[in-house]
């Protein structure tokens, strides 16, 4: 004790409070906001290494095991390998869950306390919830990253070309379902709802998106809510894409890469992109508007 | 910005959540510099009050100006000139205690050369430099708190404001707690409002109010509500209480009451109370005591019952509080 208080008076200088913060908050203060809940997250997620892991078991589980498993039943022509159908949805689900675990830490936040530091300080809701996104979109990212690797191993090459567009729609679909998982989490008040969302939200979102099974000779009612499903549309994309590179042959991309169609009409790739684009953009903005007025 | 005298202001400010009044038309002023103490049991009306003045909160009725600034017409005024330590833990468990500030400092736009200088300045003020890159989740009860007051004051707020800042803490920790709030304000020109229903804690203040039931019931500096109760407590013990009582009451026109001890009664001068009492009370006198009048008594008397009991009751009204909800809902 008496150590301590000798070290503090040498340390503590006779500083009058300084008030040198300039009123009215502008774009860059609330980038510097963002930044910072931006880097909060990506440093507790570099700590969580057995995170990290585990959110890796499940879709290398998907793809190595039922991806095996199921390629006998399912007859692709040509001897194509039916996992390089089922990549881009393993991609998308890494990415889906880690995105929504991130978002859904905001109820961790909450039930800890730390969100209220984050909520009295002098800075705009928003740029809390930005912030917040662009972590869980940058740590989903990384994820999905870290599964592109294994590309080769279910013959996706590994194309640069092919690399920089996958990366740009897995930073687009990150950032959509982080959106979404903050989105659904700015209400909810209790750590146990998390397993409400799962059930409710995120598996149904699995498996409408057509990442293990391809959805165009569904029944008419499931193909229907497929439509629905926003992560289908990237699905389709990243599959379009892997499928030039891999050169499909026509009669796979047949079968397994159909399409989404509207009544009809063939979504090309931009449109799916742009679809997804402004679904993030309508959550996000769903999302602040949330938690701006709770609280 | 207008210039205040007051460093918080506040006229009638009220919350009501439907039927229940939170705060009912509080007016107080604290000037710069001062302790101030909000002083009342659990469910008074203390933290709301805070959450007003923070701006956490809006209030229903009444205005608050806290370093200037209007709490519901400026808030983000407000909240670039107040810390505030809660009463529940607010801290990144999974950070360290340096990343804790440095997360802060940006937060509230810190410039970096003047961060850089704050933040060894506060953890040394606490006592937890050299703990500086330990994760939080290993310190201590004590430490976080500690770690908490430290981030509060990390970007020199004009005020800081501490809702039960040793609350859950045991005793030894609490004094510890004390001694740095004590640091702080002789080393830093800055306005302390903190509410508290420990009794002993609240003479740290310069001046208190106590509150219950959402009302502020007196103000004014520890040693003057104690004198303004006036009596001295005296305990006595004699070889035949039952007499000394009738005696005391024929004699001295004092009614005592009998406890388990002895008895117990008060005079407006206990020391030279007791002198006479040798000299004329004509049973021998085993032991006696006085007591200065506590802040409990300024409770007890401006209440009409002691603290304990106040927070029973108003627990009772929290735990009354959903059947209310249910029934209205019906």
Known sequence: MTTTATRQSAAMPDVAPVVDLTEGATWYDDLRAARVVWKREIIRFSRNRIRILTSLAQPVLFLFVLGTGLAPVIKVPGGFDFRTFMFPGVIAMTILFTAIFSAVSIVWDREFGFLREMLVAPVRRGAIMIGKCAGGATVATLQGIIMLILAGLVHVPYSPLLIIELLGMMVLTATMLTAFGLFLAARIQEIESF???????VLPMFFLAGAVFPINRLPTWLGTLTRFDPLAYVVDAMRKTVFTYAHAPRTVRRTLDPGITWGGWHLPLGVELGLVVLVAAALLGGAIAQFTRTE | MELAESTVEVRGLEKRYGDLEAVRGVSFDVAPGETFGFLGPNGAGKSTTISMLCTLIRPTGGSARVAGFDVTKNPLGVRRRIGLVFQDPTLDEYLTALENLQFHAQLYRMPRDRAAERIPAVLEMVGLWERRKGL??????????????????????????????????????????????????????????????????????????????????????????????????????????????????????????????????HVAEGEEFVPRLFAELPVGIKAVSIARPTLDDVFMRHTGRTIRD?????????????????????
């Open chain 2, 310 to 330: 106040a927070e029973s009751s108003s627990a009772d009204r929290l735990m009354m509080n959903p059947m209310v909800r249910a029934r209205r809902s019906r």
């Open chain 1, 195 to 201: 397993q409400v969302v799962m059930q409710l939200f």
């Open chain 2, 136 to 265: 939080v989740r290993t310190f201590s009860g004590g430490m976080k708190r500690r770690l908490e007051i430290a981030r509060g004051l990390l970007h020199s707020p004009q005020v800081l404001f501490l809702d039960e800042p040793t609350v859950g803490l045991d005793p030894q920790t609490r004094v510890h707690i004390w001694d740095y709030i004590q640091t702080l304000r002789d080393r830093e020109a800055i306005t302390i409002f903190l509410t508290t229903h420990y009794m002993d804690e609240a003479e740290y203040c310069g001046r208190i109010a106590i509150i219950d039931n959402g009302e502020i019931v007196t103000m004014d500096t520890p040693d003057a509500l104690k004198a303004a109760v006036g009596k001295d407590r005296i305990e006595l013990r004699t070889e035949d209480d039952a007499r000394a009582r009738r005696e005391l009451d024929e004699r001295f026109r004092i009614e005592a009451t009998t406890t388990s001890e002895g008895l117990t009664f």
